[in-house]
Structures are given as C-alpha cells and as structure tokens.
C-alpha cells in the first residue's frame, strides 16, 4: 500500500510540475513555447498581406469582444489600417507595427499576442494584464507596402520619415492615435537590414533596442529614462535566449522620425529592431517578439519599472560592423577580363524581393578586396582556390542537359534562335581550362549578349561564381570544381 501511495504522490507531483502555471505570474517559458498555437500568419512573411491581418482580426473580434477592433482609417490605396485594443489599466501602450511595408516579423507577433488574449480571457495573467494595462496596437500600418513587400508606401514617402510634415494617411493615423489615447509607452517595431554584429564582436545582431532621443543634445529627461528602464528590461529578457546576439540600435537623432518624435511629444519609447536568425528555427525572432512584448505588458501592469537601473542602458553595447552573406577569403580571383588574376575577398549578399506573387532571389556581389575586418554569415576559406564567373552557355538546351550544364558550371544559359545560334557547347571545355581561356566563357559572351552582369566578378554584378582547387597559376581543372555559386546561393560543395 506504501508504494502504492508514494507512486501516487509522484505522480502527481510530475504532472503538476509539467502543467503550466495558470496565475497572473508571468511564465516566459511557457508562453515561447505555446507561441505557435496562436500563429495565424504564411510561414514565409514576405507573402503576409493585408487580407491575413484583416481576416485574422475577425477571428480574434469573433473569439471575444473584450478585444475590440476598429478601423481607423486607410492607406493611400484605400486599405483599411486598423486599431486593436485590450484592456481596461490606468497605464496606456501603444504599440505600431510594419510601417515599413517589408518589416513583418512584429506584425505576426502581435496578432498572436491578441489571439492569445482572446483564447485565454480567463486566464489569470491575462486578466491581471487586462485589469492594470490598456493595449492599443496599429497592426500593419503600411498595407500598401506589405502589398509590394518594399519600404515606403505608395506615395512613394517612408511613413517613419513623416512625424512632422504628416503627408501620409498613415502618418496622420498614427499622431491621431498618439492624441487621442495619449499613450505613457510607445513601442517603434521594424526589422533590421539582417547584416549587423554586436559591436567589438563577430556575433550577428538578432535584436536591437534604443530608447530613442528627444533632442539633438541626447539628453534624458523622465520620459526617455523610463524608456531606457523598458530597454533594459527586454534586454534581460533576451539574453536568456540570444545573449550576446542584442545591440544598441545605432541612430543620431531624427526629428522628423515617429521614435523621436513621440519621445519628444512625452511617449516614453522604445525602438525594437529584429535582425536576422540563421537557426533552424525560421520563427524564432517572432517568438522572442511574443515574449519580450508580454513581459514588459507584465511589469508595466505590475509597477515593477521603478526596480530596474536606467544606467545599465549605458552598458548594452553598440550596434558593429555589417556581416556579408557570404565571405570568400583570400581567393586567387580571375574577373573575367583579359586581366592578370589577384588575390582577394569577395563579400556576396542576398535579397528576396516580391515578383508577381513570388518570390524573386537576387544574389550580387556587394564588394571585392581586402575584407578582412568583415565577417560573413557563410564562410568558405579560398587559400587554395581559383575564384572566376561562372561559364555563360549559348545554345537551346533542354531540360535535361541543364542539370548536366550546372554539374559543369555553366551558371548562365542564354537561349538563340536557331539561326543566331553559336556553336558552343559543353564539349569543347576541356579536362584542363587555362585561365587565359576563363574570359571566352565570360565576360566576351556576357557582353554580346548583353549579359555583363553575370560575366564577370565585380562589384553589383551577379554573384554566379565557380572555385576550383588551385593546381598552378595557368590552368584549372573541371575536375576540381569545389563550390558552385548560382545566384549567391551554394549550390554545390565537394570537399
């Protein structure tokens, strides 16, 4: 009987350590690990549009009218741009995302947020959030932009450039939102560029904050240091997961810009930037958006920002040098010219850019020479490499022959009519191909055909770049071909 009751009690106890903590206790771990049962948005964020937002707050207003939804006003192209509420505090949040058309990450935190709110209405942590604190988000507020997955809006104007002149429809819906709920926090959320480091360090910068100034002098006043104290906190926050991978975001003062300028009308607030993540997990920085953005509605509600010491803002490092894509290092590099070869690195880049629907990769060389002081997300080391564009192919080929074409490097297929076209083929490549031979597979094709672009190894031109093993200074051998780069991505590796 003994056993009996102790296995009892065992089990209880595991089962009630496993279960989540349903108090108005914040539960960080939880909640990142629930954050995908409220994900309501495409896996790849460059496809969420309007239309999802829109649709996914019906949902939410549907699941429970304690969240209130209402239309505010509308984009240039007549979008509408709407305001979600929750809560009934003292204490006022206003929060804004994507007014940069393609910062997305934010937005699909926040709709998660809302939705998490309106399954759990009768959580105890929610309703402690929904007692102490009043939540006012403008989801999307550049729908026109999202629509395009581009920067500005359709007037062509970058929204976050507008504080003053208020020449958009998006920018006059934000200063009215800062009227009329007269906010105590304001939260700026974009994304970075995705190419930063943590100054004085190789890490890539996942994560920037910066409470940002209200003058030219950066002077702080109350405002401003309460701001740094929300800082300071979601910095804490992070490091239990990215540590060492968060920065200042690094910015002088701009007057005309939304952070500032808030910060200056007595909106204490917080510029969130999400960088990039190469983990294997593509929703991790929407993740830490979730968790960050609860856990500060959590120590606002509980009027626990006076405990935190505004100076270690001071001690958050600065924002570093750009990363590259990819980083060559130190290959013997043949342009494509009838030039001698040179030592040196190549910094490669990819953007993705939104195409009728898809999404169209653009891979570019961003800069070539000494670019030792950089570092690069991918690095292939080149000590032992020969560097040249990658072969041009003149010929109407079929399916089958281009896998058989890309096996030999031809990054590039130019299809001629009949009677234009050359007789080059793969077969006249020997085993063996001179370097001073490089250039008839290059550069001279790629200008005939008005194809320089992507003939030769030089800056803004098309990273489709081959690497052999190096033999001697005169030839390199088919045989050897180690990477296969077609637009910047790897597309073969033989070590």
Do not use: C
């Amino acid at each position: 009987m003994k056993i009996k009751k102790y296995a009892i009690i065992s089990l209880f106890l595991l089962l009630f350590f496993q279960m989540p903590i349903f108090s108005s206790d914040f539960n960080m771990e939880y909640l990142f690990n629930i954050y995908e049962q409220y994900r309501s948005v495409p896996k790849n964020l460059m496809l969420m549009k309007h239309k999802h937002v829109v649709h996914e707050l019906s949902i939410i207003q549907d699941l429970n009218n304690t969240v209130k939804v209402e239309q505010v006003g509308n984009s240039v192209e007549n979008r509408s741009i709407n305001l979600v509420s929750f809560g009934k505090g003292k204490i006022k949040i206003l929060l804004w995302s994507q007014m940069h058309g393609n910062e997305p990450t934010a937005t699909a935190a926040l709709l998660a947020i809302f939705r998490y709110f309106a399954d759990n209405i009768d959580n105890p942590f929610v309703q402690y959030l929904q007692k102490n604190i009043s939540i006012h988000a403008l989801i999307m507020l550049n729908p026109d932009g999202a629509e395009r997955f581009q920067r500005r809006n359709a007037y062509d104007i970058d929204i976050n450039r507008d504080a003053n002149m208020l020449q958009t429809p998006e920018g006059k819906i934000l200063k009215n939102m800062q009227e009329r709920i007269k906010p105590d926090y304001g939260f700026n959320l974009h994304n970075m560029g995705g190419r930063e480091t943590v100054d004085g360090t190789n890490n890539i910068l996942k994560i920037g904050l910066m409470a940002p100034p209200f003058n030219k002098e950066n002077e702080d006043n109350p405002i401003r240091i309460k701001a740094k104290k929300v800082a300071v906190h979601i910095k804490s926050v992070l490091d239990k997961y990215i540590n060492g991978h968060v920065a200042k975001y690094k910015a002088d003062y701009m007057p005309r810009a939304f952070g500032d300028a808030m910060q200056f009308w007595g909106v204490s607030t917080v510029l969130l930037e999400t960088g990039s993540y190469t983990g294997d997990d593509p929703i991790f920085l929407e993740k830490l958006n979730f968790v960050a953005l609860l856990s500060v509605f959590d120590i606002l509600a509980k009027n626990k920002l006076t405990e935190i010491d505004e100076k270690k803002y001071d001690e958050i490092p600065l924002e570093g040098r750009p990363v590259f894509d990819l980083l060559i290092k130190n290959a013997l590099i043949v342009n494509g010219l009838k030039i001698e070869p040179f030592m040196g690195d190549v910094g490669i880049n990819v953007d993705y850019k939104l195409k009728n629907g898809k999404i169209d990769t653009i891979g570019y060389i961003k800069d070539i020479g000494d670019l030792s002081i950089y570092n690069g997300k991918n690095i292939i080391e080149g000590e032992d490499l020969v560097l040249t564009p990658g072969f041009i192919a003149i010929d109407n080929v079929n399916k089958e022959n281009k896998s058989e074409l890309l096996q030999k490097g031809f990054t590039t297929i130019y299809h001629t009519n009949e009677d234009l076209k050359l007789q080059l083929t793969p077969t006249i490549l020997d085993t063996d191909i001179l370097i001073e031979r490089i250039p008839e597979f290059t550069s001279i094709l790629a200008k005939k055909y008005n194809l320089s672009k992507k003939g030769e190894i030089k800056r803004n031109y098309a990273a489709d770049i081959l690497l052999f093993s190096k033999e001697n200074d005169s030839s390199v051998d088919l045989g050897n071909l180690r990477y296969l780069i077609v637009n910047g991505q790897i597309k073969k590796t033989q070590e």
